[in-house]
């Protein structure tokens, strides 16, 4: 298990303990079907929205306060590689949700990710209006569509447009290093609070390629036309259709590239297997070549 410090379960908690979770895996999916009828994420990883009560965290029909998401037969090591994508993210700048990886009631890992469209007011939950681009764009299938159409949808609806455009290219140039291929509409969302729409913020950052090894496309939405070999000029064109200006674009693809020595180490002190630590640094390498090119 891993050793959190006080201030980083403060912020997941409200209060310095780390909860226990009195489930196992095996009965995540049989609760998850009771609660919701059907299985999440695509059909394949179960997962739970649960609460704080006291100092376990519980299955819940309502008002959830972080959403639990543990390991797959299908797909290996899903905890430890969102987990650690988060991590990377959060390490170049990007605003993530607030995350932990924790255990199961069979010592098996989960991946928990605190809910961003709802905050405590008082004894009560208070659910602020969320939005993915899947409900704002439209369409039968999440897979299709652009970067482009999200960036025109954020022009049209957010408060700071030019600052969320910014966040919109930081988030994508980030996906295409880890090899995350499955960021489809419904993994971006706007957030509206009192005084502002904005993204929100970053989640459901893992490595597809990682798993995925036949994995058909480099990224789920197209980018300046295409989905595959994809290459540095690719984001310069992107960045300029977003009309930002091309010194905070090269200044991020080089803060990028720099944190070449932070990710490789921190995938490999992350708790994926050997073969996968291994596998995910050369996704990153050669994406970050390419970018390099």
Not at 192 to 207: A, F, G, I, M, R
Request: with cysteine; proline share 4%; glycine share 6%.
């Amino acid at each position: 298990m891993i050793n959190y410090d006080a201030k980083t379960l403060r912020g997941m908690f409200g209060k310095p303990i780390l909860p226990t979770i009195p489930i196992s895996l095996k009965e995540i999916s049989l609760e998850a079907q009771r609660l919701a009828g059907k299985l999440s994420i695509s059909g394949v990883q179960p997962k739970l929205s649960v609460r704080l009560d006291g100092d376990k965290l519980v299955p819940v029909e309502r008002d959830g306060q972080f959403i639990l998401k543990p390991q797959t037969q299908e797909f290996a090591e899903l905890p430890q590689n969102e987990y650690l994508c988060m991590q990377m993210g959060k390490r170049f700048g990007l605003n993530t949700a607030d995350f932990l990886l924790l255990e199961l009631a069979d010592g098996s890992p989960a991946y928990l990710v605190k809910r961003f469209d709802r905050r405590k007011k008082g004894r009560k939950i208070e659910k602020l209006h969320c939005e993915d681009m899947q409900q704002i764009l439209g369409g039968r299938d999440k897979y299709v569509g652009s970067h482009e159409q999200i960036a025109q949808a954020i022009r049209n609806y957010c408060t700071f447009a030019p600052l969320e455009l910014q966040r919109l290219f930081d988030l994508t140039v980030f996906n295409f290093v880890i090899g995350n291929g499955d960021a489809h509409k419904k993994n971006f969302s706007l957030l509206t609070t009192e005084d502002k729409v904005s993204l929100s913020p970053v989640y459901d950052l893992v490595s597809s390629r990682l798993v995925i090894r036949e994995e058909a496309d480099e990224l789920a939405l197209t980018l300046n036309g295409r989905r595959n070999r994809i290459a540095r000029g690719d984001f310069a064109v992107f960045a300029s259709r977003l009309e930002i200006a091309a010194d905070y674009t090269e200044k991020k693809l080089s803060q990028l590239l720099s944190l070449r020595e932070d990710f490789h180490g921190m995938i490999a002190a992350s708790m994926l297997s050997p073969t996968l630590r291994e596998r995910l640094a050369g996704i990153v390498a050669e994406r970050m070549d390419r970018l390099n090119g």
